[in-house]
C-alpha cells in the first residue's frame, strides 16, 4: 500500500498544482471583469459611443435600440472580453509555470515568444479592423443607400457585426504563428511556403475582396497588404525554426562520433 501511495503521488501533486493554477486563473479573470464592468457600467468608459465610432459619420440618427436587456448585454460582453485581455498574463503566466518542467530547453526559447506574438498580432488585427476596415466596409455599404429609405441598424446586429470583423482579423493576423507552429511540427517547409508565394498572393487578395468589399482598387491593396505580409513574415520564420532544427541535428551528430 505505501508503495502504490508513493507511485501515486506525483500525480496527485500535478492534480494539486493544476488545481491552485486553475483558480489564480480565474481569480485574474474575475477580478478583470469585475474592474472592466465598474469602469463600464460607471461610464468612465463609454464602449457604446466608442464601438459606434465607425458607422456614425453614415447614420442619419442614433443606433436602435429593439430590447432593454441590449444595452446591459453589449456591457456585459465588453466586460467579459476586457476582463480576459486584462488577465491574459496570469493566464498566460500559470499555463507556462504549469508546463514548462515538460518542455525541452529549445522548446521554452520558442513558447514565451511565440505566445508573445500571438497576442500582439491578434490584436493588431482587432485594432486595423476597427481604425481602417470598419470604416471602409460602413462606406461602401451606405453607399447603397436610396433618399427613400432610411437605414437605421439596431445595436445588437451593429455590435454583432463589428465583434465579428475586429475577431475575424484577429484570426487571420494568427497566420504566421500557425505556419511557425506547423514549422516546428515538419509539416510545412520555407521551401514549400516560397514555392507557393504567387498562389498566396491571390488567397490574400479574394480574402480582403470577400472579408471587406473595397470601393476601389487602392482600398483593396491597403487590404491585401498587410495579409500578404504576414505571410511573407511566416516564410522568414520558418526559416528560421528550419536553421535552428539543422544547427541541432549538426551539433547532436558530432558528439554522436
Request: net charge neutral.
Given at each position: 500500500?505505501?508503495?502504490?501511495n508513493?507511485?501515486?503521488?506525483?500525480?496527485?501533486?500535478?492534480l494539486?498544482?493544476l488545481?491552485?493554477?486553475?483558480f489564480?486563473?480565474a481569480?485574474?479573470?474575475?477580478?478583470?471583469?469585475?474592474?472592466?464592468?465598474?469602469?463600464?457600467?460607471?461610464?468612465?468608459?463609454?464602449?457604446?459611443?466608442l464601438?459606434?465610432?465607425p458607422?456614425?459619420?453614415?447614420?442619419?440618427?442614433k443606433?436602435?435600440?429593439?430590447?432593454?436587456?441590449?444595452?446591459f448585454?453589449?456591457?456585459?460582453?465588453?466586460?467579459?472580453?476586457l476582463?480576459?485581455?486584462a488577465?491574459?498574463?496570469?493566464?498566460?503566466?500559470?499555463?507556462?509555470?504549469?508546463?514548462?518542467?515538460?518542455?525541452?530547453?529549445h522548446e521554452?526559447?520558442?513558447?514565451?515568444?511565440?505566445?508573445?506574438?500571438?497576442?500582439?498580432?491578434?490584436l493588431?488585427?482587432?485594432v486595423?479592423?476597427?481604425?481602417?476596415?470598419?470604416?471602409?466596409?460602413?462606406?461602401?455599404?451606405?453607399?447603397?443607400q436610396?433618399?427613400?429609405?432610411e437605414?437605421k441598424?439596431?445595436v445588437h446586429?451593429?455590435?454583432?457585426?463589428?465583434?465579428a470583423?475586429?475577431?475575424?482579423?484577429?484570426?487571420?493576423?494568427?497566420?504566421p504563428?500557425?505556419?511557425?507552429?506547423l514549422?516546428v511540427?515538419?509539416?510545412?517547409?520555407?521551401?514549400?511556403?516560397a514555392?507557393?508565394?504567387?498562389?498566396?498572393?491571390?488567397?490574400?487578395?479574394?480574402?480582403?475582396?470577400?472579408?471587406t468589399?473595397?470601393?476601389?482598387p487602392?482600398?483593396?491593396?491597403l487590404?491585401t497588404?498587410?495579409?500578404?505580409?504576414?505571410?511573407e513574415?511566416?516564410i522568414?520564420?520558418?526559416?528560421?525554426v528550419?536553421?535552428?532544427?539543422?544547427k541541432r541535428?549538426?551539433n547532436s551528430?558530432?558528439?554522436s562520433?
Open positions: 500500500m505505501a508503495a502504490i508513493q507511485a501515486e503521488m506525483p500525480f496527485l501533486d500535478h494539486e498544482e488545481r491552485w493554477r486553475l489564480k486563473m481569480l485574474a479573470i474575475a477580478i478583470g471583469v469585475g474592474i472592466a464592468f465598474t469602469l463600464l457600467f460607471t461610464k468612465q468608459i463609454d464602449i457604446v459611443a464601438l459606434s465610432r458607422v456614425q459619420p453614415y447614420l442619419q440618427s443606433l436602435m435600440v429593439t430590447h432593454p436587456s441590449d444595452l448585454d453589449i456591457v456585459m460582453n465588453a466586460s467579459i472580453a476582463g480576459l485581455i488577465a491574459s498574463p496570469v493566464i498566460v503566466w500559470q499555463i507556462w509555470g504549469f508546463l514548462s518542467p515538460a518542455l525541452y530547453g521554452k526559447k520558442i513558447v514565451i515568444p511565440t505566445l508573445v506574438g500571438a497576442a500582439l498580432l491578434f493588431a488585427g482587432m486595423l479592423a476597427y481604425v481602417f476596415v470598419l470604416p471602409v466596409t460602413f462606406q461602401f455599404l451606405f453607399g447603397f436610396s433618399a427613400a429609405v437605414i441598424p439596431t446586429e451593429y455590435f454583432g457585426f463589428v465583434m470583423m475586429c475577431l475575424a482579423f484577429g484570426a487571420v493576423f494568427e497566420m504563428i500557425v505556419i511557425l507552429i514549422s511540427f515538419g509539416i510545412v517547409n520555407p521551401r514549400f511556403l514555392k507557393y508565394r504567387r498562389h498566396a498572393f491571390v488567397g490574400c487578395l479574394v480574402a480582403a475582396a470577400l472579408i468589399p473595397g470601393q476601389d487602392w482600398s483593396l491593396f487590404l497588404a498587410p495579409l500578404y505580409f504576414l505571410y513574415l511566416s522568414v520564420l520558418s526559416r528560421v528550419y536553421s535552428k532544427r539543422a541535428e549538426a551528430a558530432l558528439e562520433t
